[in-house]
């Protein structure tokens, strides 16, 4: 079955950086486009980023385009997300997804069970 492992997540400050990766397995990843969205306390899951089966085309939520970055490493199944200069209302958890459907717009067939990110100023 598809499984997929979030780490990287912490406590860090307003302005630090954080990498996320998602080690995904039960599947052919190169196949498939992966995807990061987070969910704040008391508020609905939102998408965050995507990219396509290759790395060649790469999407973002407007929040955040400029200051995270997502990628993946087919060879090692895992896809990254790179989040600088981070703010107080970047705090939430971050879930991985991958979808059976097109990078963008994104609709997740499988969900990780999240990483916590906090952010304090």
């Known amino acids: 079955q598809v499984q997929l492992v979030e780490s990287g997540g912490g406590l860090v400050q307003a302005g630090a950086s954080l990498r996320l990766s998602c080690a995904a397995s039960g599947l052919t990843f190169s196949n498939f486009p992966m995807g990061w969205f987070r969910q704040a306390p008391g508020k609905k899951r939102e998408f965050v980023a995507s990219i396509t089966r290759s790395g060649a085309q790469t999407y973002y939520a407007d929040s955040v385009k400029g200051r995270f970055t997502i990628s993946r490493d087919n060879a090692k199944n895992t896809v990254y997300l790179q989040m600088n200069s981070l703010k107080p209302e970047d705090t939430a958890v971050y879930y991985c997804?991958?979808?059976?459907?097109?990078?963008?717009?994104?609709?997740?067939?499988?969900w990780g069970l999240g990483t916590q990110v906090t952010v304090s100023s």
């Open positions: 997804a991958v979808t059976m459907g097109s990078s963008y717009p994104f609709t997740a067939d499988y």
